[in-house]
């Protein structure tokens, strides 16, 4: 079974700042499988990247995605109030999701 | 638009089944994957299985022996059974859509998730 683990469990960041996270592979991921959910408090998730680097509908151009294999990363070039949330990856295998645990993006 | 809804207990005791069903509205669940998905309090989410546009099922190994998810096309709803639910089950679970588009799969619908709490 294929493990994801994501990297910081928290970021601190200010506004306007850069955020970088990581989502690493216990083995290879096929790209097109791999996405990126934003969630806030009380709410459901939200889907911003499918296929590791496509942005959804709606989603601003300061969202990226990018990787393959086993390392991942989602970029918030510039960080926005409403950017402060928990950030999942997910990659589907075997016809089965798995998500990683997350990482929280707080304000510093 | 694409809409899901949960319903079903909000408490169900130890050792006792866990019953959700999912309504969608603007889709057929004939078409695409339909899946339940779950998060304890504070914690992470967790997938519990899939059924697919042809009917078959998938689970998360860790729970496939206590799940049975199950669809009804002529009332556009999914179901969701738990069997012999602890404490641990305790989650607010959510039904959603897998969307394959561009070789990629992805969820790209939720509902607003349903809090089933486990207690005697």
């Known amino acids: 079974d294929i493990v994801l683990t994501q990297s910081p469990g928290t970021l601190s960041l200010s506004p306007g700042e850069r955020a970088t996270l990581s989502c690493r592979a216990s083995q290879s991921v096929y790209s097109s499988y791999l996405a990126w959910y934003q969630q806030k408090p009380g709410q459901a998730p939200r889907l911003l990247i499918y296929g590791a680097s496509t942005r959804a509908t709606g989603i601003p151009d300061r969202f990226s995605g990018s990787g393959s294999g086993t390392d991942f990363s989602l970029t918030i070039s510039r960080l926005e109030p409403e950017d402060f949330a928990v950030y999942y990856c997910q990659q589907y295998g075997d016809s089965l999701f798995t998500f990683g645990p997350g990482t929280k993006v707080d304000i510093k | ?120």
């Open chain 2, 1 to 120: 638009q694409v809409q899901l809804q949960e319903s079903g207990p909000g408490l169900v005791k130890p050792s006792e089944t866990l019953s959700l069903t999912c309504t969608v509205s603007g889709a057929s669940i004939n078409i695409l994957y339909w899946s339940w998905i779950r998060q304890p309090p504070g914690k992470g989410l967790e997938f519990i299985g899939f059924i697919f546009d042809s009917g078959s099922t998938n689970y998360n190994p860790s729970l496939k022996s206590r799940v049975t998810i199950s669809g009804d096309t002529s009332k556009n709803q999914f179901s969701l059974k738990m069997t012999s639910v602890t404490v641990a089950d305790t989650a607010v679970y959510y039904c959603a859509r897998a969307n394959l588009a561009l070789g990629a799969v992805y969820i790209d619908f939720w509902g607003q998730g349903t809090l089933v709490t486990v207690s005697s």
